[in-house]
Nanobody
Framework: VQLVESGGGLVQPGGSLRLSCVGS????????MMWYRQAPGKERVTVARISSAGGSTYYADFVKGRFTISRDNPRNTMTLEMNSLEPEDTAVYSC???????????WGQGTQVTVSS
């Protein structure tokens, strides 16, 4: 099983980025998917979640109205659209898959997002 994130980079405050997480080796549609982030010196926190079929989403308060999570099950892909980025959004963003049948858990390696002028 492999989860591969992409789309991170350096962006100015107020800018946008789109992160992707592509899964392989798993029945992607049978997994709830999450985005986490970990800033330097801080604990890893949940950013957003999306249910296996995409019908239910959750956002942390600090990203509500700015970030949008979505998924494309036929393409084994989850996306995080990030708008109105702030320096406080600087972190390593990682995706996680949790099996809805057996609770199996897989992590991606993370992608760095830096918001700075």
């Amino acid at each position: 099983v492999q989860l591969v994130e992409s789309g991170g980079g350096l962006v100015q405050p107020g800018g946008s980025l789109r992160l992707s997480c592509v899964g392989s080796g798993l029945a992607f549609r049978s997994y709830d998917m999450m985005w986490y982030r970990q800033a330097p010196g801080k604990e890893r926190v949940t950013v957003a979640r999306i249910s296996s079929a995409g019908g239910s989403t959750y956002y942390a308060d600090f990203v509500k109205g700015r970030f949008t999570i979505s998924r494309d099950n036929p393409r084994n892909t989850m996306t995080l659209e990030m708008n109105s980025l702030e320096p406080e959004d600087t972190a390593v963003y990682s995706c996680k898959a949790v099996g809805i049948l057996d609770g199996s858990t897989y992590w991606g390696q993370g992608t760095q997002v830096t918001v700075s002028s």
